[in-house]
T-cell receptor
Framework: EAQVTQNPRYLITVTGKKLTVTCSQN?????MSWYRQDPGLGLRQIYY???????DKGDVPEGYKVSRKEKRNFPLILESPSPNQTSLYFC????????????FGSGTQLSVL | AQSVTQLGSHVSVSEGALVLLRCNYS??????LFWYVQYPNQGLQLLLK??????LVKGINGFEAEFKKSETSFHLTKPSAHMSDAAEYFC????????????FGSGTRLQVQP
């Protein structure tokens, strides 16, 4: 089944404790992206990747890192999480043709205490 | 720069009634426009999209939207609401370059009353 898989689904952590949210897609998509969703703000793009080893900042990259060493994986790294990073995070991917048709993962609800 | 404004964060309709979710956009280039739907505890799914050509586009589950350039609008409609339509709906715009993909609106939560 074609899908984008995020883990974990829920995560509670404390300020300053490094964490990684994993994202994997099995559709051989080149384009991958991370969004955060906050009430009243919709989805805002954090980082995106056009292909392996090619990443760029989105609208709200501060406090986040990403890497793209393989086509299928695009982890989101929070080196020193803060409470304002409490949010619902989505990973998405899309094929070369029709890049706007994003396939989304099920989301990761992160709480930073 | 692009932006999307969705009028009404919450919309409530009765089952069988018309659904109208409003979206206005701002774009410096001819826009690509999208509606996504998010069901509870799920990621977003593409409902429909407008790129070029016919301005009335049909999507899944009986939804459609009309691109009106003069009004910079892309409102989503469905003639008759079903209980299963209860979800959050996001309008989005792309400049077509593909680099940054989509800019999303803040979302409209649709409630369907029995």
């Amino acid at each position: 089944e074609a899908q984008v898989t995020q883990n974990p689904r829920y995560l509670i952590t404390v300020t300053g404790k490094k964490l990684t949210v994993t994202c994997s897609q099995n559709m051989n998509h080149e384009y991958m992206s991370w969004y955060r969703q906050d009430p009243g703000l919709g989805l805002r793009q954090i980082y995106y990747s056009m292909n392996v080893e090619v990443t760029d900042k989105g609208d709200v990259p501060e406090g986040y890192k990403v890497s793209r060493k393989e086509k299928r994986n695009f982890p989101l790294i929070l080196e020193s999480p803060s409470p304002n990073q409490t949010s619902l995070y989505f990973c998405a991917s899309s094929p070369p043709q029709g890049r706007e048709k994003l396939f989304f993962g099920s989301g990761t609800q992160l709480s930073v205490l | 720069a692009q932006s999307v404004t969705q009028l009404g964060s919450h919309v409530s309709v009765s089952e069988g009634a018309l659904v109208l979710l409003r979206c206005n956009y701002s774009s410096s280039v001819p826009p690509y426009l999208f509606w996504y739907v998010q069901y509870p505890n799920q990621g977003l799914q593409l409902l429909l999209k407008y790129t070029t050509g016919a301005t009335l586009v049909k999507g899944i589950n009986g939804f459609e939207a009309e691109f009106k350039k003069s009004e910079t609008s892309f409102h989503l409609t469905k003639p008759s609401a079903h209980m299963s339509d209860a979800a959050e709906y996001f309008c989005a715009v792309s400049d077509g370059t593909g680099r940054r993909a989509l800019t999303f609106g803040s979302g409209t939560r649709l409630q369907v009353q029995p």
